[in-house]
């Protein structure tokens, strides 16, 4: 008997955004947070994957970055994941206009995108696959909660 099985593309959804500190690059500040991540991995395989960075964008430019550690995660599980990111003052202060529109009516658009590889193993045989994350998120930019987001993966996987 062989058993197939499509393999269900992994869904993420942004739990929290916190601030963990500001960095004064005179004339403008920094700002390092943690993203919460919830992951689920729907499939009947343990994955490993490797570390990568998100990029994270807003009015269309690249505003920082996130780090994904590399880690693992069993077969129908879910996991928290910590992201550390830092976003830059600098590219902020390019759209000050559109950010205090935002700030005053307390909601502001970010975009991030993320490509994260791995293997999965089922039975004696190794996956490679690849999973591309694009994430529109609105939060509030006063007490950066998450208002609202529409997360998209799409899973390709290759023969070992």
């Not at 197939?4 to 916190?18: L, W």
């Not at 499939?43 to 994904?68: D, F, K, P």
């Not at 129908?76 to 205090?100: D, M, Y």
Request: aromatic share 8%; proline share 5%; hydrophobic share 45%.
């Amino acid at each position: 008997m062989i058993l197939s099985s499509k393999p269900r593309d992994p869904t993420f959804h942004v739990i929290s955004i916190n601030l963990t500190s500001f960095k004064l690059n005179f004339p403008v500040l920094d700002a390092e947070l943690i993203l919460t991540v919830h992951v689920t991995n729907p499939n009947i395989a343990a994955i490993q994957y490797s570390s990568t960075t998100m990029s994270i964008y807003y009015a269309g430019c690249l505003l920082g970055s996130a780090v994904v550690e590399a880690g693992s995660q069993p077969p129908r599980s879910c996991q928290l994941l910590h992201l550390p990111a830092r976003l830059s003052g600098v590219e902020l202060a390019h759209h000050a206009k559109q950010f205090l529109a935002d700030v005053a009516r307390r909601e502001m658009a970010l975009d991030s995108a993320v490509d994260i590889e791995g293997e999965a193993k089922v039975l004696w045989w190794d996956h490679k696959f690849r999973v591309h994350v694009d994430s529109h998120v609105i939060v509030d930019p006063v007490f950066l909660d998450v208002i609202d987001q529409e997360n998209k993966s799409q899973m390709m996987l290759f023969n070992a």
